[in-house]
């Protein structure tokens, strides 16, 4: 079975600098994705960002960026200018296909200081 | 576009009685799953639809938990007799069946129902 470990309860950040969240995930698939979900106090899933397993590339969407070892079975997300809307609970998560069924890690709370 | 609709938002049930929590998918999304986050959790898989089908039960109680996603009509989630335990945000999202779409940019997801028993 597959399991994902995010062994950073809370993380704190100061307005403006940079924060990396750490994940790791097992399995013995080849062909996956990971994702890094949002969750503010709205209590809404919004996606940060996705990675397939198969590209080496990082992948990076503005400000966020991850750095994906897959020999590892590391996916870390790194936030760059925090600003005072990124907190919010950050979820790691995976899935065999893209539109299936997510395992999630139990989260980083993530507090940014003015 | 309406994105995926949950009701209610929150629900209130004392011990004992039944929930019913709606979903109404993406328009054009054929696939509805449904998610519960304990308090202080991430959030656990229950089970995955497609219209009139299951696909995937493996994460929902064997007891007084079932779901439906009729042909017509929102997929609801029903839990019977429920107790404190049961309290709990669910969460359903909906996608395009798998393979289609853009993987993880095709799920999305809904604001939950809290349910809260007393």
């Known amino acids: 079975a597959q399991t994902v470990t995010q062994s950073q309860p809370e993380m704190s950040v100061q307005e403006a600098e940079t924060v990396t969240l750490s994940c790791t995930y097992d399995?013995?698939?080849?062909?996956?994705?990971l994702f890094w979900y949002k969750q503010p106090p709205s209590r809404q899933m919004i996606l940060v960002i996705r990675q397939e397993a198969y590209k080496q590339q990082n992948a990076t969407e503005n400000r966020f960026s991850v750095n994906f070892q897959k020999a590892a079975k590391s996916f870390s997300l790194k936030i760059s200018d925090s600003q005072l809307g990124d907190a919010a609970m950050y979820f790691c998560a995976y899935s065999l296909f893209g539109n299936e069924k997510l395992t999630f890690g139990t989260g980083t709370r993530l507090t940014i200081i003015p | 576009n309406a994105g995926v609709m949950q009701n209610p938002r929150h629900l209130v049930r004392r011990r004992g009685q039944e929930a019913r929590l709606r979903c109404s998918p993406m328009?054009?999304?054929?696939?509805v799953y449904w998610y519960r986050q304990l308090p202080e959790e991430g959030l656990k898989f229950m089970v995955y639809?497609?219209?009139?089908?299951?696909?995937?039960e493996s994460g929902m109680p064997k007891e007084r938990f079932s779901a439906e996603f009729p042909k017509e009509g929102p997929s609801i989630l029903r839990i019977q007799q429920v107790v404190r335990g049961d309290s709990a945000a669910y969460f359903c999202a909906s996608s395009l069946a798998p393979g289609q779409g853009s993987g993880g940019y095709g799920y999305t997801f809904g604001s939950g129902t809290r349910l809260t028993v007393v």
């Open positions: 639809l497609q219209k009139e089908n299951i696909i995937d």
């Open positions: 399995t013995s698939e080849s062909d996956y994705y």
């Open positions: 328009k054009g999304h054929s696939h």
